[in-house]
């Protein structure tokens, strides 16, 4: 059982480059979740996928698209880096239950725009 | 969510109990309190919620207060692996669990 796991680890682009960060999880998990987070920074949500093939914005989804595949995979593009792109980006699936506000994070993806 | 104020950081000598505390008095009655955790480079790591009641399990304990406007997350004999940033939310009215993160309080663990 992998959990959320995350493809690259790192990346490097050059500005105006394209690229696509893949997540998957092996939870069975409905909803899965975008979230970049810059130094000294908390977390910020990019955008979510409540179900397959359903998605919505978060709090800084400019910039950004995202692709609910299937229900394991869910992943994020950048059509055109830019610099203010630079971060770390993590991926999360939540656990089903009322309540539950339980996520569980892949290790994350380190991408730096030049 | 409501508003959560925790200290920016806090020390803990390994062994002892560490105690991190989180004020949201603004919280509403259906929104729960949760506990994160992001160790260095790592993604967060959830370690337990509540409404009103207090809860224990493998990782740490949670108080909450009576009123509900404060609680402690108790970590009871902190180790070196403790040190992190802690994240205290405040949540419950968000149709798609959503979780909203602050700055959290980084906690050190010293030998």
């Known amino acids: 059982n992998a959990g959320v796991t995350q493809t690259p680890k790192f990346q490097v682009l050059k500005t105006g480059q394209s690229m696509t960060l893949q997540c998957a999880q092996d939870m069975n998990h409905n909803s899965m979740y975008w979230y970049r987070q810059d130094p000294g920074m908390g977390l910020r949500l990019i955008y979510y996928s409540a179900s397959e093939g359903t998605t919505d914005k978060g709090e800084v989804p400019n910039g950004y698209n995202v692709s609910r595949l299937n229900k394991r995979e869910f992943s994020l593009r950048l059509e055109s880096a830019a610099p203010s792109q630079t971060s770390v980006y993590f991926c999360a699936s939540r656990r089903e239950g009322v309540p539950s506000y339980e996520q569980y994070f892949g290790p994350g993806t380190r991408l730096t725009v030049t | 969510d409501a508003k959560t104020t925790q200290p920016p950081s806090m020390d803990c000598a390994e062994g002892r109990a560490a105690n991190l505390p989180c004020n949201h008095s603004t919280i509403s009655g259906n929104e729960y309190v949760y506990w994160y955790r992001q160790i260095h480079s790592q993604g967060p790591q959830y370690i337990i919620h509540g409404l009103k009641n207090n809860e224990t399990n493998e990782m740490a304990s949670l108080i909450i207060t009576e009123d509900r406007k404060s609680s402690t997350l108790i970590l009871p004999h902190a180790t070196l692996r403790d040190t992190a940033v802690y994240y205290c939310?405040?949540?419950?009215?968000?149709?798609?669990?959503?979780?909203?993160f602050g700055k959290g309080t980084m906690l050190l663990v010293s030998p």
């Open positions: 939310i405040a949540t419950g009215d968000s149709g798609y669990s959503t979780l909203t």
